[in-house]
């Protein structure tokens, strides 16, 4: 069964399950697509083949022996750099990390570890992780594998490309401000930035972080299917001690059964210039959601805009008095002058009482979207108001702040009031990378599985992308 890396995670745990297959099998065959395939775009920077199979063997043994099974069981899978694996390096891209061991795993790789996942590699990320364009001096850059001129995204760059083209059924990544929403729209997949809490983020070489960035980062799947999304968050919302922000998921994540409900449809904006592409893929998919039996409606959600320019504000100031610095020391000089676009014009709060004052207006900002989400359940609008950026396009001669601001408002601004959003390939096809938002209320996951997987029934089944090489994707 040589086809077994084109698999979806939810059918290799079946089979394996069954006993129709081995997870040595399933990982034998990940592990030689990831040989014939990464090496043109350079998503898995440190492949673990012993580990994997030594990691299968065990799961085969746990069947053979009749445990109960979790429900990535001998799925084989890719976790990004950024979080604790015992024994191995937390890099996060950085050249100074590059002996940084962890000496546990962090929550992500033990409740993977706990759900039976085969981890066969962990994936690039941009310098500190703080791009949406994947290289760094340390391990390189990564390829979008639909075309190289493109960024694969980021920060999970790494984990969109190798997903997108079967490396792995399912690739772990984390979101602060797009950076896994925008890497899924990059490379034509889903992703699932979950509510805030829910999956624990806990790794021990990091730093604690500061106010702004715990109530903003989560730890989110990529994946082909909209059921590998979900059984990867049953996963990875194991309960975690030592993460202090972790909320019970109850039965979020339970199999899917829902309801049509109302729909707030954002195909343009005032705010920023929409792309012909981006606006079409959005009336597309609130086509599909009307077929589904979704009330779909055309009206503006509270300003994307006014929440962008407030995650700016507030986390760059932040960043002046922690990972700013760190970066200004260790960062290399693509993270250095992207960090200098980032805080460009961001007015300085280094007062207790401005920062003080301007932080509880984040109380006032989610009141707004949850009023709004009492009659609008969802929001259907883009990922991003561009199509995928040119790849550097933030390290550039000439970038524009403002413009690269304003494109990436819809999922660079809700992280901060901690709303959950999936980006859902709509539009896509080889070549040429598309896709939406869904966007809920906090703990409004389950409606966005719900559309999602109303959506990809429209669309149909996503196959593993073969890779373009670059020099194919170059213009003639």
């Known amino acids: 069964m040589s086809d077994l890396w084109s698999w979806s995670a939810s059918r290799l745990a ?4 069954a006993g129709d297959i081995t997870s040595v099998e399933a990982t034998t065959s990940a592990l030689a697509r990831m040989d014939a395939a990464n090496p043109t775009i350079n998503a898995v920077v440190d492949p673990m083949p012993d580990e994997a199979l030594e990691a299968a063997r065990a799961a085969d043994q746990a069947r053979s022996q009749g445990r109960t099974l979790g429900p990535l069981h001998g799925v084989p899978l890719t976790i990004k750099i950024n979080v604790d694996y015992a024994g191995r390096a937390t890099t996060n891209g950085v050249v100074a990390y590059k002996d940084l061991i962890a000496d546990q795993d962090g929550s992500v790789v033990r409740n993977l570890k706990a759900s039976g996942a085969v981890i066969i590699g962990r994936t690039n990320t941009p310098c500190f992780s703080m791009r949406a364009f994947t290289n760094n001096d340390l391990h390189g850059a990564t390829r979008n594998p639909h075309d190289a001129r493109l960024t694969p995204g980021g920060s999970s760059g790494g984990a969109g490309a190798a997903v997108a083209v079967g490396i ?12 896994v929403r925008y890497p899924a729209y990059c490379n034509g997949v889903y992703g699932l930035r979950p509510t805030l809490g829910l999956a624990p983020a806990f790794s021990g070489t990091a730093p604690e972080r500061k106010i702004v960035s715990q109530l903003s980062a989560v730890q989110g799947p990529l994946a082909r299917t909209v059921e590998d999304i979900r059984l990867s968050m049953e996963a990875l919302c194991g309960y975690d001690p030592r993460e202090v922000m972790q909320v019970p998921a109850g039965r979020l ?18 705010e920023c210039p929409a792309d012909t592409e981006v606006s079409a893929a959005i009336r597309q998919a609130g086509a599909m959601l009307r077929d589904g039996g979704y009330e779909v409606v055309e009206t503006p959600p509270p300003s994307f805009q006014e929440l962008v320019e407030y995650w700016h504000l507030i986390l760059g100031n932040e960043m002046r008095a922690g990972l700013g610095p760190l970066m200004e020391t260790h960062g290399d000089s693509k993270m250095k002058a992207a960090l200098a676009l980032l805080l ?3 007015p300085d709060l280094s007062d207790r009482d401005s920062f003080l004052a301007e932080f509880a207006r984040r109380s006032t900002l989610l009141r707004q979207w949850q009023v709004f989400f009492q009659e609008y359940p969802l929001v259907l609008t883009a990922t991003n108001w561009a199509k995928p950026y040119v790849d550097d396009y933030d390290v550039s001669p000439g ?35 598309m896709g939406v938002q869904l966007l809920a209320n906090r703990f409004g996951d389950r409606l966005l599985l719900e559309a999602a997987a109303v959506l990809e029934r429209a669309m149909g089944p996503i196959a593993p992308f073969d890779p373009i090489p670059q020099a194919e994707s170059e213009p003639a």
Do not use: Y
Not at 170 to 177: E, L, T
Not at 418 to 427: A, C, Q, R, T, W
């Open 14 to 17: 079946t089979a394996i399950a």
């Open 399 to 433: 970038a524009d702040g403002d413009w690269f601001r304003r494109t990436c408002a819809p999922m660079t601004g809700t992280p901060i009031i901690g709303l959950p959003g999936i980006s859902v390939p709509v539009g896509t096809r080889p070549g040429a990378p």
């Open 253 to 270: 994540f339970d199999p899917l059964t829902g309801a049509p409900c109302r729909v707030a449809m954002l195909a343009e904006t005032a």
């Open 344 to 346: 460009e014009d961001v």
């Open 168 to 179: 792995g059924a399912v690739a772990h990544g984390n979101d602060i401000g797009g950076s």
